[in-house]
C-alpha cells in the first residue's frame, strides 16, 4: 500500500482556510463528501466523535482525523495545508497546519490500520513536512505526498 492508494489527486486542498478544529473538520467532511458521494454531515459525525476519543493530532503540526463508515467502498483520503495553523488539541501542544484525513469502509479494520501506519510515517519525515509547507501548490503537494517509494518501502 502506499499514499496513492489512498489520496486521489482531488483529495489534495492546497489553501485551507479555516480558524477552528471544528470548522477544519467540516470543510474537510464537506470534501470528502463530494469525493466519495457519502453526506457530509455523517462524515462529519464519524470524525467528530473519533475526536471527542481523543484529539487526533500526533504533534509537530500534524493531525490524522480518522474514520470508518459503513458504505464506504474503498479507503480515501484527503490531505489539506491550512493558510494558518489552528488549535487542534494536539499531543504537544502545539496548533496544526497539515492535516491528512483517512476514511475507512467499517469492516476494514487491519487495512484502516496500516493505511494510519504508512500516513505517519510519511508525515514523521521532517524534511517532507517542510517541503509540504513550503508549497502551495495541489501538484506539488501530491508529488511530495505520493512520490515516496524509497522511504515506504518497508
Sequence with gaps: MEI???LPPRGIV??????TKKQALQEIARRAGSMTGIAERRIYDVLNERERLGSTGIGRGIAV??????DLPALCGLFARLEKPIPFESIDERPVD???TLLAP???SAEHLRA???VSRTLRDAAVC???RGTDNS???YALLTDRTESNAA
Design 106 to 108: 467499517a469492516s476494514a
Design 4 to 6: 496513492a492508494d489512498l
Design 116 to 118: 494510519l501506519a504508512l
Design 65 to 70: 482525523p480518522h474514520g470508518k463508515l459503513d
Design 14 to 19: 492546497a489553501h485551507l482556510r479555516v480558524g
Design 130 to 132: 517542510q517541503k509540504l
Design 139 to 141: 501538484d506539488a503537494l
Design 98 to 100: 497539515l492535516i491528512f
